[in-house]
């Protein structure tokens, strides 16, 4: 079997209403850009993956097509080496790539990627991942709303100048709730210091004053709270919180993610194998993370076909929790970031499934590869 093509394909998916990313205050976001690929190969068989769009995935593409076309898609150790040498040319692009090779690899071999990768589980607890600074009262009842959808846990954003203020969304989610959902709090502080957009801009003294505020309302953990690189002040962070402390979706690369855990910077991991190295190297980090007793919870929002292939590493590994399920709406229901799929994944019972058919056991709608 040798690859005989490798393309890729933009898409824009218009939202029903404004979206007002809480990661990116003053921003306004009326549609959700994506960008798949699609690897062909000489015996009928093909790989497919997505990525947010960034600009740079048809330039990345056309160069990794000079390397691996002609060859058996099975090597994915040598394919990923090819991908770690462009990775400093074209950054993350290069990683939905990856993500194709065990989509081909899976329908070789007649099973999903996860059973590939470790097997541990079928069926994962989901929570409903916002993504804007909602009042008090909007949270609690979109909180109770989500809860009637069948979610068992929520993640709020906190992007408010004000402590009190962000501790004020979580207390009116909880009385909302009560102790029937799970809450995850998200600060998105991670890029925050260096975005173009005004603060909040944390230091170490806000994140320990807004743990300590949160622990009364049994917070499942507070996400991002430090600069990604802040390794030192993250690592005095999780020592005196009293409720775990996670992040690291979008540190760069596998050397990035391995201080973290060598530093003792959190709690609970979040890498995406669409911006960390694929499933290959991600899943040798939840590896070493389980060794240093650290969870693995995948970061999942740039596109639905990224989402599926967290979830299969999700799936894989023993060292998980909860998964991310992007889902706010009714400016960004999940029906609608799924729609390039044939069949989008679903919670019931605040459960995700994992799709059974081989590879990532999902398709995209014909229409993106109607040329194929």
Avoid at 204 to 216: F, I, P, S
Avoid at 303 to 323: E, K, Q, R, W
Avoid at 329 to 349: C, I
């Amino acid at each position: 079997m040798r690859i005989t093509s490798i393309r890729t394909r933009q898409v824009d998916i218009p939202l029903p209403e404004p979206f007002y990313p809480a990661w990116a205050p003053g921003r306004v976001e009326t549609e959700i850009r994506v960008v798949y690929v699609r690897i062909d190969t000489d015996a009928g068989v093909y790989g497919i993956a997505g990525h947010e769009f960034y600009g740079a995935e048809e330039q990345c593409v056309a160069r990794v097509a000079r390397y691996l076309v002609g060859e058996d898609p099975l090597r994915l150790e040598k394919h990923a080496g090819t991908l770690r040498y462009l990775w400093p040319y074209f950054g993350t692009a290069v990683w939905f790539v990856e993500i194709a090779l065990w989509d081909i690899l899976g329908k070789v071999a007649g099973l999903p990627v996860y059973k590939l990768l470790g097997n541990v589980r079928d069926t994962i607890p989901a929570y409903a991942s916002t993504g804007q600074n909602r009042t008090p009262g909007e949270r609690a009842d979109d909180a109770r709303r989500l809860q009637d959808e069948g979610f068992r846990a929520i993640k709020l954003r906190v992007h408010n100048d004000a402590v009190a203020d962000d501790v004020a969304q979580v207390a009116a989610v909880r009385r909302a709730v009560g102790d029937a959902m799970a809450i995850m709090v998200d600060a998105n502080q991670t890029d925050v210091h260096d975005a173009p957009f005004p603060g909040p801009h944390w230091t170490y003294h806000r994140a320990l004053e807004t743990v300590r505020a949160l622990a009364e309302y049994r917070v499942t953990w507070l996400e991002e709270p430090l600069p990604r690189h802040d390794y030192e002040g993250l690592r005095r962070l999780r020592a005196t919180s009293p409720i775990p402390i996670s992040g690291g979706e979008v540190n760069q690369g596998f050397a990035e993610l391995q201080r973290l855990l060598a530093d003792g910077c959190y709690d609970i991991l979040q890498p995406d194998v669409t911006l960390c190295e694929g499933l290959l190297r991600t899943r040798a980090l939840a590896t070493l993370a389980h060794a240093a007793s650290v969870l693995v919870v995948p970061h999942t929002w740039g596109d639905p076909l990224g989402m599926v292939a967290n979830l299969h590493l999700a799936a894989a590994i023993p060292n998980t929790s909860y998964f991310e399920f992007p889902h706010d709406p009714p400016a960004f229901p999940s029906a609608v970031y799924q729609q390039t799929l044939k069949e989008p994944l679903a919670v019931e019972d605040g459960m995700v499934a994992l799709p059974q058919g081989p590879g990532l056991g999902v398709e995209l709608q014909d229409w993106i590869f109607e040329d194929a």
